[in-house]
Every structure is written in C-alpha cells, then in structure tokens.
C-alpha cells in the first residue's frame, strides 16, 4: 500500500457513535472494535472509494502535523483495517 492506492471498502459494519469514538460490530466474527481521533476521521473518509494521498491531505488541512507522521499513521490504520477484511 503506498499514496497512490485506492481504499474500498469490503465489508460494511454496524458502527455506533460513543462520546466521540467509533464502536463497530462486525456480525461475520462476533468481533467488536474501537476507533478514536483521528481514526474516526479516516474511517468516516473511507466510506467512498479514496487515495491515500487524499486521506493525508484532507487530515493535514485539519491537523497540525508533519506530513511523515501523518503518512505512517494513515498507513497503519489502513493497514490494521486491511488485515481484518474490512477494505482492499
């Protein structure tokens, strides 16, 4: 996965808003997961089919980060998510 890929997403959850986080339930595995800050903002982006670089940019727009922070970060998070199924 690098800038220039394109995030789709495979599997829709049952995602709730908690006082600022994410809960999601995926009814496949009976697993449930937690997204806070910033996860939420890419996991809300991620909804449409997105490049990483525009994820980046639109989270620099926001945020007071470097772009190398921000990069390493948004390609964790989408990799986390790509090993559990939910985008390609």
Do not use: P
């Not at 709730?16 to 809300?44: C, H, P, Q, S």
Request: charged fraction near 30%; include cysteine; glycine fraction near 6%.
């Amino acid at each position: 996965m690098d800038r220039t890929t394109t995030i789709h997403m495979l599997k829709k959850l049952n995602v709730t808003d908690l006082a600022g986080e994410k809960v999601m339930i995926d009814f496949a595995t009976g697993k449930y997961f937690m997204i806070r800050g910033t996860g939420n903002d890419i996991w809300d982006l991620i909804q449409d089919d997105i490049t990483v670089d525009e994820i980046i940019r639109r989270l620099l727009s926001e945020y007071d980060v470097a772009e190398e922070e921000c990069e390493a970060s948004v390609l964790s998070f989408l990799e986390k998510l790509q090993s559990y199924g939910f985008i390609e």
